[in-house]
C-alpha cells in the first residue's frame, strides 16, 4: 500500500492511497470465514459454507468494509506519522463503489492544513490588565457580612432586617375577624423571615414591631403563592394551599435577632485561620487582601477576553482552507448547507483563528493539563461547594476524595479540564507579555469591561 501527499497550496492537499490486492486479501478472507462460522446460510451447515458461495454472496460487502476500513487508518496514521497539522478531518475526493472484479484501487481525500505562521509570545507584546481598587466601603461591607455570618442568635426587642419572627399564625375572616371554622388554619408555633419575602411591602408589615404586637399580613403575597413556602409556613397540604389567600393575623410571642460577632482573637482566627492575623491593623490589611482576591477573578476574566482579541486581530489574515473548511463543515453539520455556509463561516473564522493561535501558544510554552492540576481544581470547587453550606472546617482527606468522586464522572472531569487548560493557557500569556497595570473604580472597570480597549505592540 503507498500512502503520498501532494500539497495544492500552503493548506490544501491530496492524500492519495493506492491499494493493492496483497494489502486486504488476507482481511476479506478472514472475515468471510467468520461468517460462516457465525451465519446460517440455506442450504448449507454452520462453518460448512464454501468459499466461492460465500464471496458471492457477501464478497462485495466485506471487501468494501475491508478496504475502506483499511484505507481510512492508512490515512490517519499518514497523517500522524508525518505530523501534519490537520484541521478538520479528511474528505473523499470521491466516493467510491467497490468492484469484485477490481484487484487494485485508488483512494484520495481532501486534507486542509494548519497554516504555518511566526508566533512570538514574549515582553514585546503589552497587554492591559485592570485590577478593581479596594474602597471603605468595600472593606465596611466585608467586615459586616464576616461578622453577621459569625454571628450568633439572640432574643431581640425589635423586628430589625434580618429578624426571625415566631408566633401564632390565625387565619382572618374577610371582615378582619379570626376565622373559626373548621377549616381555618391556626398555627400555634409559627415561624416567619420576612427578610425572605418576595413581596417587600409584606416585609415591611413587620419592621419595627415589638413582641406582644399583631400584624396582619398575607402569606400568600409573601412568596407569590410558592405552594411549598406556604405549606411549610402554615402547616397544611400542598394540594390545599389555593384555599387560603386571604389575610392572617401573626401574634409575635419571640423574636431572634442575629448578634453580629465582635473583632476578637476568635473571630480573627474563625475568618483567617489560627494567629493569622492579632490586631486590627493586621485585620484591616487581612480584610482588604481578601477582597482583592474576591476581585481578581474579574480582572483575569477581562485579561482573557482582552488578550483573545489581541490575538485574533493580529492574527485576522492568517491563510486557511476555506474550501475546504467550508465543504466539512456542511458535512458535519445538518444546519449548515451550501446557501448559508459563506455567512455562517465567517462567524466561525474568529474562532478557528482563536484555536490556531492556542495551539501554537501550547506547543511554544509547552502548556499541559497533568492530573495534579485537575485534582487541586477540584478540590477548590469541592471547598466551594461546602462552603456555601457553612462547612469550612473539613479535612483535606475528605476534600479529596469528594474532589475524586467528581473527576470519576466523564461529563463533569471534561468541564474541570477545558477550565484548567484555558486557566493555565492564560496564566503563560500574563507571564509572557509585558502588563500595563492600571487600578481602576468598579464603575470605570464595567465600562471597560463593555468594550475592548486597544492594545499595543
Known amino acids: 500500500m503507498n500512502v503520498s501527499l501532494e500539497k495544492n497550496g500552503n493548506v490544501d492537499g491530496i492524500v492519495t492511497v493506492q491499494v493493492e490486492k496483497a494489502d486486504y486479501a488476507d482481511k476479506v478472507k478472514k472475515e468471510l470465514k467468520k461468517i460462516a462460522e457465525t451465519h446460517v446460510v440455506p442450504g448449507f451447515r454452520k462453518g460448512h459454507v464454501p468459499m466461492d458461495h460465500l464471496r458471492r454472496r457477501f464478497g462485495k460487502d466485506v471487501k468494501s468494509d475491508v478496504i ?25 475526493v470521491e466516493v ?3 468492484s469484485l472484479d477490481d484487484s487494485d484501487y485508488t483512494f484520495q481525500y481532501e486534507i486542509g492544513l494548519a497554516p504555518d505562521f511566526s508566533l512570538n509570545l ?6 492591559p490588565y485592570y485590577k478593581i481598587g479596594v474602597t471603605d466601603q468595600m472593606r465596611e461591607e466585608q467586615d459586616k457580612n464576616l461578622c453577621q455570618r459569625l454571628g450568633s442568635q439572640v432574643p431581640g426587642e425589635t423586628v430589625d432586617e434580618r429578624a426571625l419572627i415566631k408566633g401564632a399564625i390565625m387565619e382572618l375572616n374577610e371582615d378582619g375577624t379570626v376565622k373559626e371554622t373548621e377549616d381555618a388554619v391556626q398555627v400555634v408555633n409559627g415561624i416567619i423571615a420576612p427578610f425572605h419575602f418576595i413581596d417587600r411591602e409584606q416585609a415591611a408589615l413587620f419592621d419595627g ?18 405552594t411549598a413556602e406556604l405549606s411549610s409556613m402554615l402547616n397544611i397540604d400542598k394540594e390545599d394551599v389555593e384555599n387560603h389567600k386571604g389575610d392572617f393575623e401573626m401574634a409575635i410571642s419571640e423574636i431572634i435577632v442575629l448578634k453580629p460577632a465582635e473583632h476578637n482573637q476568635e473571630f480573627f482566627d474563625n475568618v483567617f485561620g489560627k494567629d493569622k492575623v492579632h490586631n486590627e491593623e493586621e485585620y484591616q490589611k487581612a480584610l482588604t487582601e481578601m477582597i482583592e482576591n474576591g476581585l481578581s477573578g474579574n480582572s483575569k476574566q477581562l485579561f482573557a477576553a482582552q488578550a483573545r482579541e489581541y490575538f485574533i486581530e493580529k492574527y485576522k489574515d492568517a491563510e ?3 474550501t475546504f473548511l467550508k465543504k466539512w463543515l456542511v458535512a458535519r453539520n445538518e ?3 451550501q446557501e448559508n455556509i459563506d455567512e455562517e463561516y465567517a462567524k466561525m473564522r474568529p474562532s478557528l483563528v482563536w484555536q490556531l493561535v492556542k495551539d501554537e501558544i501550547a506547543k511554544q510554552c509547552d502548556v499541559k493539563v497533568e492530573e495534579d492540576d485537575l485534582l487541586a481544581f477540584a478540590k477548590q470547587v469541592a471547598f466551594q461547594q461546602f462552603a456555601q453550606y457553612g462547612m469550612t472546617n473539613l479535612d ?3 476534600i479529596t476524595d469528594y474532589a475524586k468522586r467528581m473527576l470519576d464522572n466523564k461529563e463533569y472531569r471534561g468541564r474541570i479540564y477545558d477550565t484548567v487548560y484555558e486557566n493555565k493557557l492564560f496564566a ?3 507571564n509572557a507579555v509585558t502588563l500595563d497595570e492600571k487600578t481602576v473604580s468598579v464603575e470605570e472597570f464595567q465600562k471597560i469591561a463593555s468594550g475592548t480597549p486597544e492594545v499595543e505592540e
Open 68 to 92: 475502506n476500513d483499511l484505507v481510512y487508518r492508512e490515512v490517519f496514521k499518514y497523517i500522524q506519522d508525518n505530523k501534519l497539522p490537520m484541521l478538520g478531518e479528511p474528505l473523499p
Open 96 to 98: 467510491k463503489e467497490i
Open 122 to 127: 514574549n515582553k514585546e507584546i503589552t497587554l
Open 209 to 226: 414591631k415589638h413582641v406582644n404586637d399583631k400584624v396582619v399580613f398575607n402569606p400568600y403575597k409573601t412568596c407569590n403563592g410558592n
Open 320 to 322: 486557511l482552507p476555506e
Open 335 to 337: 444546519e449548515l448547507t
Open 396 to 398: 483535606d482527606e475528605t
Open 428 to 430: 503563560t500569556i500574563e
